[in-house]
């Protein structure tokens, strides 16, 4: 008989949890039961799983017991405490946080591009930053093919990576606004970021700034981009770096990307047929018909939209593109229960 698992979702009442529930109910992981985990805040409420109502517990090191799949987005404080209370009760952890994604012992993985790291796993694997991973997904099969050296990325991310408080804030603005209140009236107590010093209304704005600032002055949003693309890529010669930009959508992260790569055969022709055939992905890119990756139509789409692919006008090697995906999916819920699946495919749903 075929090996059915139990699984949990810890942060079940967040907005990626809400999505790993979705994707869950969707997938093709044989699962025998549900378990949903948050604060105790949310302790007793009701939430669907395949036209079953399942009641939030509080979670507790002993949620874990009996349990083979835990799917953590809670954020990083609670990974930190709870995914090695886990995985000691026998769970393998898929982590949506950044506490252990640049730990060497925990594999940081986007299936089309490294699933074969899932190997190395000792009970945590690390779903790596939303932005990070629609970046692979489009990158590496022109890596594969013609080597990658640099690449300059700027994101224009939706308010959703940013959780349900936020998308709530950016509504109320984005209303009052519309009521006729003036910039400086607005309220704004979450955005850019919940634990800085300032706020800033996001409603008909773009803001310069996702998460905390750190070294040179680059975010910590802008390091993830930087760091999680030589793990997952196996480089540290590649030159990354990045701008991320919150902007006022709801869901579905778009960036435009510059790369220079190593051989100097590629071509925009060359790159879309690449594309065409890459795992994951959609090319949508015809100028002549206005066709191009938008943030509105990738919504609720597992796969990433790549166009507007072009040469530079003056690096020989350089090209752009615009690459879009929906954040709380391939960005969050859909790439940790693929790794699940993963996981399940090569026999790896266990704890050494
Ligand atoms: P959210 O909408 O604010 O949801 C937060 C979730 O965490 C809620 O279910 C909340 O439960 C739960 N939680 C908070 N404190 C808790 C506690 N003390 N014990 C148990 N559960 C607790 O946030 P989100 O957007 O879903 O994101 C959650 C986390 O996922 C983020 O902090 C981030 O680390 C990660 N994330 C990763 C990516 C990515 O790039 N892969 C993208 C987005 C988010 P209550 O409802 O009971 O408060
Ligand atoms: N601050 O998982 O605010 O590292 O959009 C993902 C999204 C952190 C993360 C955001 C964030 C992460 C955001």
Redesign the pocket.
């Known amino acids: 008989m075929e090996k059915t698992y139990h699984v949990a979702v ?8 809400a999505k790993m529930i979705e994707m869950l109910e969707t997938s093709s992981l044989p699962i025998e039961s549900v378990k949903l ?3 105790k ?2 302790k007793g409420k009701k939430l669907a799983f395949k036209n079953k109502l399942l009641t939030v517990e509080e ?1 507790v090191p002993d949620s874990f017991k009996g349990i083979d799949i835990a799917l953590f ?4 404080s ?1 990974s930190k405490k709870f995914a090695p209370e886990a995985v000691k009760r026998g769970a393998v952890v898929v982590d ?3 506490a252990f994604r640049m730990d060497p012992e925990v594999p940081l993985v986007v299936p089309e591009v490294n699933e074969s790291a899932l190997h190395s796993h000792h009970g945590i694997i690390a ?4 932005s990070t991973i629609q970046m692979m997904v489009a990158l590496d099969p022109i890596r594969q093919a013609y080597g990658l050296d640099r690449i300059i990325v700027s994101t224009y991310q939706a308010v959703s ?5 936020a998308i709530k804030e950016l509504k109320e603005q984005l209303q009052d606004m519309l009521d006729g209140k003036q910039p400086e009236d607005l309220t704004a107590n979450i955005l850019p970021c919940g634990s800085d010093a300032k706020h800033y209304p996001l409603a008909f704005n773009a803001l310069p700034q996702i998460d905390v600032f750190s070294d040179e002055d680059y975010t910590y949003e802008e390091w993830k981009m930087v760091n999680e693309t030589k793990k997952i890529m196996s480089d540290n010669q590649i030159k990354v770096a990045a701008t991320c930009v919150r902007i006022p959508v709801l869901q579905g992260h778009s960036e435009s990307i510059y790369i220079e790569v190593k051989d100097s055969s590629a071509t925009v022709r060359s790159i879309q047929d690449l594309l065409l055939q890459a795992p994951g992905v959609v090319l949508q890119d015809d100028p002549s018909e206005q066709i191009y990756p938008q943030a509105l139509n990738s919504v609720n789409k597992k796969e990433t939209f790549v166009g507007r692919i072009r040469r530079d006008l003056d690096v020989n090697n350089g090209f752009h593109m615009w690459v879009v995906s929906d ?1 709380l999916l391939k ?2 819920a859909w790439n940790s229960v693929q790794i699940a699946e993963s996981l399940h495919r090569l026999g790896l749903v266990r704890v050494n």
């Not at 987005?73 to 990083?76: D, I, K, V």
């Open positions: 810890v942060g079940a009442t967040g907005a990626v949890g985990l948050a604060s805040r949310s979670l987005s809670a954020g990083g609670i949506n946080t950044s779903n790596p930053n939303c990576g940013a959780g349900m408080s954040n960005g969050a």
